[in-house]
Nanobody, 119 residues
Framework: QVQLVESGGGLVQPGGSLRLSCLAS????????MRWYRQVPGKEREMVAG????????PYLADVKGRFTISRDNANSTLFLQLNSLKSEDTVVHYC????????????WGQGSQVTVST
């Protein structure tokens, strides 16, 4: 069955960096767009970044552009999100998601990775 398993979250100081990973299994990873989302308690999940099947297209949310980088390794079925220059307001749970073809919505989610930015 489809599984998305995230890793790499944790506690980091302001200005620091983290890299999130999302290991996919149960489907042909290279055939799907993938996305990272974030969610603050009490608010809706919002898209942080997306990546096309060949990595040619990588749209970003405006307030992370230039600080976060989405990438993928199709050979190892893994999605990444590099988070740099982290701020306290980046303290959220991040989720990876597989995009349903022709529908544009996420049909499978990872379990979530907590990122905490604090001194």
């Amino acid at each position: 069955q489809v599984q998305l398993v995230e890793s790499g979250g944790g506690l980091v100081q302001p200005g620091g960096s983290l890299r999130l990973s999302c290991l996919a299994s149960g489907f042909t990873f290279e055939n799907y767009w993938m996305r990272w989302y974030r969610q603050v308690p009490g608010k809706e999940r919002e898209m942080v970044a997306g990546i096309s099947r060949t990595s040619r297209s990588t749209p970003y949310l405006a307030d992370v552009k230039g600080r976060f980088t989405i990438s993928r390794d199709n050979a190892n079925s893994t999605l990444f999100l590099q988070l740099n220059s982290l701020k306290s307001e980046d303290t959220v749970v991040h989720y990876c998601g597989r995009v349903e073809p022709n529908a544009g919505r996420v049909d499978y989610w990872g379990q979530g990775s907590q990122v905490t930015v604090s001194t």
